[in-house]
Structure formats: C-alpha cells, structure tokens
Nanobody
Framework: QVQLVESGGGLVQPGGSLKLSCRAS????????MKWYRQAPMKERELVAS????????????NYADSVKGRFTISRDNTLNTVHLFMDNLKPEDTDQYYC?????????WGRGTQVTVSS
C-alpha cells in the first residue's frame, strides 16, 4: 500500500525555522522524483522544491521556487525512504498547507499535507 505521510508542520514566528518530513512506503523510493508543494485556500498549488532522480546510476538534481531559494532546502534519505524540507528565515507568506508528492511516470502519489503557519 502506497503511503506518503508528512509531519513537522506547526506555528512559528517570522524568521524562524521548521523541518518538514515525508515518510514514504509502498514503492521504490529511490527512483522517484520527490517534490514539496504548498497551497492555501483559494490559491493555486505552488511547487516549492523538488529532488529529481535521473540516469542509470540514479543521481539527483534539486530545484526551488524563486520565492524560497536560499531559505529552503530539500533533502532525501533513501535509507529511510524519507524526504525533508528544511525551511529557514520563514515569512508570513510561507503560511500554507504543505504537500509531499512522489512521481515516477505514470505513478503520481500525494500525501495529505501538513500545515505551516508563520505568525507573530
């Protein structure tokens, strides 16, 4: 059974940090591209960060939305089937529901999300 379970969300003050985690099971994690998206009510879903698998030796390339470059870091641990999103210098506009996504065509799996609220 495929599962993506996010954790680590919460309330943090502006300038603070959080670490989101997404524990995966039920599929071959290391070959999947792992992504973090965020979405607030009445807003479009935004791709925040990705760790894309490529090549026969399975290397990874990361990409970030311009709005989070230099502040967020995506990191995967293939031994634990987990992908993290390290978020530093958080801003109120980072407040959103954050979702983990795993893609390996044609498979496309989603977690249920974890809420991040940045407020003083």
């Amino acid at each position: 059974q495929v599962q993506l379970v996010e954790s680590g969300g919460g309330l943090v003050q502006p300038g603070g940090s959080l670490k989101l985690s997404c524990r995966a099971s039920g599929f071959l994690f290391r070959v999947y591209t792992m992504k973090w998206y965020r979405q607030a009510p009445m807003k479009e879903r935004e791709l925040v960060a990705s760790s894309a698998a490529f090549g026969p030796n399975i290397n990874y390339v990361t990409n970030y939305a311009d709005s989070v470059k230099g502040r967020f870091t995506i990191s995967r641990d293939n031994t634990l089937n987990t992908v993290h999103l390290f978020m530093d210098n958080l801003k109120p506009e980072d407040t959103d529901q954050y979702y983990c996504n795993a893609v390996f065509a044609p498979n496309d799996y989603w977690g249920r999300g974890t809420q991040v609220t940045v407020s003083s």
